[in-house]
C-alpha cells in the first residue's frame, strides 16, 4: 500500500495492481501519456525531490505537488513517529560536553546547508558542527574558548 498527498489537500491510497489498470507510456525522458478509464493525459515531471519524497506533475498543462508516502512512511506515521522533521531547527545544540575551538560564522551570516558553524573539541577529538539546513545566524550563544555541556544551545537561527 502507498499513500499520495496531492497539493496538501487530496489523499490517494495506492494499490500495486492498481498500477495495471493504467495504460503508461513514456513518450521522452520525463514525459509519459496515460490512458486512464478511456481517457487520455500527459504527464510531464517537472520537479523532484527525493528527501522530502515530493515530485511536481504537470498534467494536461496543470501541476500538482505530489508527496508520496511507501510502506514503511505509513508504518512510522501508524506509530506517531514522523519519517522527517517538518519544521527547521531553530538552534543548534551540543551533543556532548566540550570545549568550543572556533567560530567561523557571525551573527547575520546567512548559511547554507552543510557549512561549517563551529568546531567543538571533546575526548580530545575536533567535531565539525554544520548547518542543518539553510538560514540566517540570529544569534551566537557561546564563545572560543568556552566549555559546554551537552544539549547547551550553541547558535540560533532567524
Do not use: C
Request: hydrophobic letters at 45%; charged letters at 25%.
Amino acid at each position: 500500500m502507498y499513500k499520495t498527498i496531492v497539493n496538501n489537500q487530496y489523499e490517494h491510497g495506492i494499490q500495486p495492481q492498481d498500477f495495471e489498470l493504467l495504460d503508461i507510456v513514456m513518450l521522452e525522458e520525463g514525459v509519459f501519456h496515460i490512458i486512464d478509464n478511456n481517457r487520455s493525459y500527459t504527464a510531464r515531471l517537472v520537479r523532484t525531490d527525493w528527501e522530502n519524497k515530493t515530485i511536481v506533475l504537470r498534467i494536461n498543462g496543470q501541476d500538482y505537488e505530489v508527496l508520496l508516502k511507501d510502506k514503511m512512511d505509513l508504518l512510522l506515521e501508524s506509530m506517531g513517529i514522523g519519517t522527517k522533521n517538518t519544521t527547521k531547527a531553530d538552534v543548534l545544540k551540543a551533543q556532548m560536553p566540550g570545549l568550543i575551538l572556533s567560530i567561523p560564522v557571525a551573527v547575520g551570516d546567512t548559511v547554507l546547508k552543510g557549512q561549517t558553524l563551529l568546531i567543538l573539541e571533546a575526548m580530545k577529538m575536533e567535531n565539525v558542527l554544520t548547518a542543518p539546513h539553510d538560514g540566517l545566524i540570529q544569534s551566537i550563544e557561546v564563545t572560543k574558548g568556552q566549555a559546554v555541556e551537552k544539549n547547551a544551545v550553541l547558535i540560533k537561527f532567524a
